[in-house]
Nanobody, 128 residues
Framework: VQLQASGGGLVQSGGSLRLSCATS????????IGWLRQAPGKEREGVSC????????YYADSALGRFTISSDYAKNTVYLQMNSLQPEDTAVYYC??????????????????????WGQGTQVTVSS
């Protein structure tokens, strides 16, 4: 399962970044893909998840209204557009996948413990 995250960087508070997760059509068709993050000293958190097969998405409360997850089947890529970034968004962001061709995408489904395919992380740093 290919998962290659990119797009992190350093941004000022209020700025934007777009993360990309390169994967495959097989993964897009059969897996739920999540953007999961881990801040220093904190547990991993499910930020947002998507299932391309039916367009279902989930957002953590911390991401609602600021982040948008999307998938591009032609480019085999899942994106996370992050706007209005705040210092508390500083973390390593991981692109991960779990076999989930159906079922509700909710907080439990987007919990990092259920993801068994992980890409490398990309660092997002938001300065105040």
């Amino acid at each position: 399962v290919q998962l290659q995250a990119s797009g992190g960087g350093l941004v000022q508070s209020g700025g934007s970044l777009r993360l990309s997760c390169a994967t495959s059509k097989f993964v897009l068709n059969n897996y739920a893909i999540g953007w999961l993050r881990q801040a220093p000293g904190k547990e991993r958190e499910g930020v947002s998840c998507i299932r391309h097969r039916d367009g279902t998405t989930y957002y953590a409360d911390s991401a609602l209204g600021r982040f948008t997850i999307s998938s591009d089947y032609a480019k085999n890529t899942v994106y996370l557009q992050m706007n209005s970034l705040q210092p508390e968004d500083t973390a390593v962001y991981y692109c991960a996948a779990r076999w989930m061709p159906n079922g509700e995408l909710n907080r439990r489904a987007c919990d990092p413990q259920y993801f068994d395919r992980w890409g490398q992380g990309t660092q997002v740093t938001v300065s105040s």
